[in-house]
């Protein structure tokens, strides 16, 4: 980290609880490669302190911070504007603070794009994308895939019918004009691996995505929620989850001979993105990686 002087820009992260938060060695670690004077910080901001964390956003004159667990969706209400794509997944993890004006943004559904293009080589358009889960992380990457032109959506869930509501909310950002026009499918199937219809979308899947927890440290050790048994060469296989890096799905996955796409590009392009929106420049993607790498190992040497 550089110096810190009255020149410092200051941004951080809104979170509760925030000491899990790899962010600021991420963070911190871009802008001592791009020597210019940011400074980023964790704060623990429980939901009753929020307003008057963001009004301190504009007060202090903050370049910006993230948001997370559990403010992205209570944030919204406090900001000047919203960013068209925040808007329709309803959730913002970044606040830009333009001359005063506080406008949200979200970063983990454009960082899953240009992980999965910049990483994988894979454009979602035409594609028939099978999405894991339906919460807040599975609707982001379902925008972006509808919004990235993807022929055919479907989403897996335990509880069908949260996969069917996350469907019809696709429905509408297919319907928009950020959509370009583009058309859709849209389909729910349950997420059980003995269950025909789930098989059947493995089977003619182009792009799986797992968006749920299953797997995470430490409770890595669980098996896969799909079997090697159903995937196939050609399909490639996607984790959000960053610890660790090799999943039980992508160790199936490699097993079937299909290719992988671990959690920890999402993460690092999330945040350059939003280094991006507060800076202007262009982040160094292969520095924030590496110093991801390296905090990982110091928290969980195992992992």
């Known amino acids: 980290m550089m110096e810190i002087t009255s020149r410092t820009q200051v941004v951080g992260v809104f979170a509760d609880p925030v000491e899990h938060t790899l962010s600021p060695p991420m963070q911190n670690a871009a802008f001592g490669a791009m020597g ?22 504009r007060a202090l004159s903050l370049a910006g911070v993230n948001v997370t667990i559990p403010h992205k969706v209570a944030v919204m209400g406090l900001l000047d504007e919203i960013a068209p794509i925040a808007r329709l997944i309803g959730a913002v993890n970044t ?79 297919a319907g928009s004009e950020l959509s370009g026009n583009r058309f ?46 159903l995937l196939r060469p050609k399909l490639l296989v996607c984790d ?3 610890t660790p890096q090799r999943t039980t799905l992508l160790k199936a996955a490699e097993q079937a001979g299909c290719r992988t796409l671990p959690g920890l590009g999402m993460l690092a392009y999330q945040g350059a993105i939003a280094i991006e929106i507060w800076t202007g420049r262009k982040a160094p993607v292969a520095v924030m990686k590496e110093a991801l790498l390296g905090a990982l190992k110091q928290r969980d040497p195992g992992v």
């Not at 333009?98 to 358009?125: M, Q, W, Y």
């Open 36 to 57: 210019i004077p940011y400074a980023y910080v964790p704060w623990h901001v429980k939901a009753a302190d929020l307003p008057a964390a963001v009004e301190a956003v």
């Open 95 to 173: 606040i830009e603070n333009r001359s005063g004006r506080l406008i949200g943004h979200n970063t983990d559904a454009p960082g899953f794009l240009r992980s999965l293009t910049e990483e994988a080589g894979v454009e979602p358009a035409s594609q028939h994308v099978l999405i894991l889960g339906a919460g807040g992380a599975a609707r982001a990457i379902a925008v972006q895939m509808v919004l990235a032109g993807a022929r055919l959506v479907t989403v897996a869930n335990r509880t069908e019918s949260k996969a069917a509501e996350l469907c019809r909310h696709l429905q509408d950002v």
């Open 184 to 229: 859709t499918q849209l389909s729910s199937v349950p997420l059980d691996a003995q269950d025909p219809e789930f098989q059947a979308a493995v089977a003619t899947a182009d792009i799986l995505i797992n968006t749920t927890a299953v797997g995470m440290y430490p409770k890595h050790d669980v098996p896969p929620l799909v079997p090697a048994d």
């Open 240 to 242: 959000i989850v960053y």
